[in-house]
C-alpha cells in the first residue's frame, strides 16, 4: 500500500530532551516536507527536502532540524523541545519535485506535547 | 494578515444541503489552488486542484478561482454526512512552488 508513515504517533516529552519524530514513503517521492498543525494557523510548513542531500527552510523552522540521506526517509528533529513546539505534525511527500503537481501525501499525523 | 485567511466556522448544514467555503489571499503571485479534506485525527487528503482562474467539477465538488478578487471557493452539492470534515483551502506560486501556503481550515458538519 502506498502511504507516508510517520512514529511515534503520539509522544509526550519533557522540555529540553532531544527527540526525532521519524517520516516515510514507499512511493519514490522526490519531494517531502514538514507541517506542523495549530487551531486557528492551520498548517504551517517547517522544512521542505526537493530531493536526497537537498532541504530548505519553510515558515517555521526555528527549533527544527531535518536531513535527508535516503529518498524514502525524512526525519524531524527537536534538539531542545519547548512548550510552544507542542503540537500535531505531519509530514508529506509528492511526486514531482515541487509543490506545485498540488497532490501531497499525508502522513497519518504525530501528536507531540512538551511539559 | 495571513496571507491565506479562510472562516474556521464551524458551518453545520442538514444533509442535502450546498456547502459552500471560501477563501481569500494577498499574494498575487498564488498561481496553484487546493482543497484538501482532513477528517478527525486523520492527515489531510487532497480533494481539489485547480491552476490559475475558472472553475472545474468533480461530481458532487466544484472549485472556483477569482484571481481578479483574489477569492477562492469550493461547493459541495447534495451534501452527506461522510463530508462532515475540516476543509483547507492551499496555494502555491510558480516561482516557489515548493511552498504551500494553507489557509487556518474550515469545520463543516453534515447533519443527517
Known amino acids: 500500500e502506498a502511504q507516508v508513515t510517520q512514529n511515534p504517533r503520539y509522544l509526550i516529552t519533557v522540555t529540553g530532551k532531544k527527540l526525532t519524530v521519524t517520516c516515510s514513503q514507499n512511493m519514490n517521492h522526490e519531494y517531502m516536507s514538514w507541517y506542523r498543525q495549530d487551531p486557528g494557523l492551520g498548517l504551517r510548513q517547517i522544512y521542505y527536502?526537493?530531493?536526497?542531500?537537498?532541504?530548505d527552510k519553510g515558515d517555521v523552522p526555528e527549533g527544527y532540524k531535518v536531513s535527508r540521506k535516503e529518498k524514502r526517509n525524512f526525519p524531524l528533529i527537536l534538539e531542545s523541545p519547548s512548550p510552544n513546539q507542542t503540537s500535531l505534525y505531519f509530514c508529506a511527500s509528492s511526486p514531482t519535485s515541487g509543490a506545485s503537481s498540488g497532490e501531497q501525501y499525508f502522513g497519518p499525523g504525530t501528536r507531540l506535547t512538551v511539559t | 494578515q495571513k496571507e491565506v485567511e479562510q472562516d474556521p466556522g464551524p458551518l453545520s448544514v442538514p444533509e442535502g444541503a450546498i456547502v459552500s467555503l471560501n477563501c481569500t489571499y494577498s499574494n498575487s503571485a498564488f498561481q496553484y489552488f487546493m482543497w484538501y479534506r482532513q477528517y478527525s485525527r486523520k492527515g489531510p487528503e487532497l480533494l481539489m486542484y485547480?491552476?490559475?482562474?475558472g472553475n472545474k467539477e468533480d461530481g458532487r465538488f466544484t472549485a472556483q478561482v477569482d484571481k481578479s478578487s483574489k477569492y477562492i471557493s469550493l461547493f459541495i452539492r447534495d451534501s452527506q454526512p461522510s463530508d462532515s470534515a475540516t476543509y483547507l483551502c492551499?496555494?502555491?506560486?510558480?516561482?516557489?512552488?515548493?511552498?504551500?501556503?494553507f489557509g487556518a481550515g474550515t469545520t463543516v458538519t453534515v447533519r443527517a
Open positions: 485547480t491552476y490559475s482562474s
Open positions: 527536502s526537493m530531493n536526497v542531500e537537498v532541504t
Open positions: 492551499a496555494m502555491s506560486s510558480i516561482s516557489n512552488d515548493y511552498k504551500l501556503s
